[in-house]
């Protein structure tokens, strides 16, 4: 598993490979990480580190994202000392606000967060009420034992963010 520390407003540190700033060029950025799995656009995936990078019209890198969550299987990712896919999304939530220290947009609250002094952003798909909400409609209907496997790991997986990511300053403004 590769270890990657997400740093707020900086950039990333990845074991073994290096460090990639926030604002850095393409060119910077491919010199330390090589080439792209994918690209679409100004976004680039590098598969191996479960990670989106996205750069601005000047091709310089404004945001990094860990898209694997909450059970990548490549990485290992630490922001702020703690694993962000093994702590629950309350939890979260509450330390990111706590070393934001500023506006949270919680527009989304429960699916997504941006924290707009540290241009940090979680989200997911589901959250556990979703779940809990699907798990009585489907016991009404007589099918959970059909669906029990499924739901239980989908409530499994809604108690945490399934990414997250860094920005720029000003990256989350309006």
């Known amino acids: 598993m590769k270890k990657i520390e997400l740093v707020p407003l900086v950039g990333i540190q990845i074991e073994g490979i290096g460090q990639v700033n926030l604002g850095a060029g393409l060119a910077e950025v491919q010199g330390v990480l090589g080439a792209p799995s994918d690209a679409l656009d100004d976004q680039y995936y590098y598969d191996e580190l479960e990670l989106r990078l996205d750069f601005n019209d000047q091709g310089t890198l404004e ?3 860990s898209i694997n969550g909450p059970y990548p299987e490549k990485t290992e990712i630490n922001i702020y000392g703690v694993n962000p896919f093994q702590v629950e999304a309350a939890e979260l939530v509450n330390l990111l606000t706590d070393k934001n220290q500023g506006e949270v947009d919680d527009a989304e609250a429960g699916y997504c967060y941006t924290f707009l002094n540290s241009s ?46 860094i920005g720029v300053a000003g990256y989350y403004a309006e």
Do not use: C, H, P
């Not at 009420?129 to 989908?154: C, R, S, W």
């Open 63 to 65: 945001f990094i994202e």
């Open 120 to 165: 940090v952003g979680v989200w997911r798909q589901i959250t556990e009420e979703d779940v809990q909400e699907e798990i009585e409609e489907i016991k009404a209907d007589g099918e959970y034992e059909d669906n029990a496997d499924m739901l239980l790991e989908d409530l499994k997986k809604s108690k945490f963010f399934w990414t997250i990511g």
